[in-house]
């Protein structure tokens, strides 16, 4: 089973705090560049693995989903989603995603925020979100860059003169991480970027889009703390294709 840390109240209690948990998918600074590779969503059928709160179960709802489950290993997470929402074609289900069961070609689009950085059976839900996708359908999904996963101690390294740099210690040897990050003790999975996309083409998906995310100048300028987010890619995104 995969950790479930966002259970567990210390780290529940911090995330609550983060922007993209008070001020939804705008709290998001990925989230406009997520938009541009999202599919039109009206009348379609779409799956959230790891939905957290919800936001983007009901963004769907907005643009005309008709059937939208959302997923999520974490009880606490759902009741946040279930009391923010009660629309019926809305589900939530807990569900461990390191063994997560969908009906064969039921959904249009599969999409995953943050999430896939946790899973150690990764393989294993790739085939899942293969099989559960229409012919034609889309898997989008952002990540840890494998540049912010691979330090064993991640955390900047600040010269006499100021200058920060990045450490990427080990980014080859794939495997577990444990980092302090909210609470402590927080396991992630490091793959390459090679790695992920291996998988993905080896399950049959045609990839269209990458994007080794950082922020705009106009973010940095509306939110200065990004700053540091262009010295180098905490987050990746990716559009992929089941063919027709």
Not at 149 to 165: I, N
Not at 211 to 229: K, V, Y
Request: charged share 20%.
């Amino acid at each position: 089973m995969a950790q479930n840390i966002y259970d567990n109240q210390v780290f529940f209690s911090g995330y609550a705090k983060l922007s993209r948990s008070v001020d939804g998918l705008d709290g998001a600074p990925e989230w406009p560049a997520i938009c541009k590779i999202l599919p039109p969503l009206s009348g379609r059928k779409v799956v959230d693995l790891g939905c957290g709160y919800g936001w983007f179960c009901r963004y769907a709802h907005q643009q005309g989903a008709t059937e939208i489950l959302g997923l999520d290993v974490s009880e606490r997470m759902l009741n946040r989603a279930k009391e923010m929402a009660t629309d019926e074609s809305i589900i939530y289900r807990r569900e461990d995603l390191e063994n997560a069961k969908l009906p064969q070609q039921m959904y249009h689009l599969a999409y995953s925020s943050l999430t896939l950085h946790y899973i150690k059976a990764l393989p294993e839900l790739l085939t899942t979100i293969y099989n559960t996708l229409l012919p034609g359908g889309d898997f989008i999904f952002s990540a840890e860059h494998p540049i912010y996963t691979a330090p064993q101690q991640p955390g900047w390294l600040v010269a006499d003169d100021g200058q920060k740099s990045w450490p990427v210690n080990s980014y080859q040897a794939e495997g577990e991480r444990i980092t302090n990050w909210l609470a402590e003790g927080v396991i992630k999975q490091h793959r390459t970027l090679g790695t992920y996309i291996n998988l993905l083409i080896e399950h049959g998906f045609v990839i269209t889009h990458l994007d080794e995310w950082g922020p705009t100048a106009q973010q940095i300028t509306d939110c200065p703390a990004l700053e540091e987010e262009k010295e180098r890619p905490m987050i990746f995104l990716i559009s992929a294709q089941k063919p027709v």
